[in-house]
């Protein structure tokens, strides 16, 4: 039996709405896409990746910087295609 995939990776927000609204959602979104489970760390707090909701409560803004993990089949996609979408 192997063990699951597992991608990690710090991003500095570039967006200029940060994690608010729209781009939460579009981020959750993405996340969907991809079979990991996805988290998002800022500060010690850590939400599912998946989860509009619970990405708003990490209150990011332009030039936070964020921890991005996920473990999985696609776990370094996911990884590599979310810090895109944050900086960007």
């Given amino acids: 039996m192997t063990s699951p995939t597992r991608s990690h990776r710090e991003v500095v927000v570039t967006n200029a709405s940060g994690l608010h609204a729209r781009p939460a959602a579009d981020f959750a979104a993405m996340a969907a896409r991809f079979d990991a489970d996805i988290h998002v760390s800022k500060e010690r707090r850590n939400v599912d990746g998946k989860s509009v909701l619970l990405l708003l409560t990490l209150d990011v ?20 295609a979310l810090c895109e979408l944050v900086a960007s």
Avoid: N, Q
């Fill in 61 to 80: 803004r332009y030039g936070d910087s964020v921890s991005i993990d996920a473990i999985g089949p696609d776990a370094a996609r996911a990884v590599e």
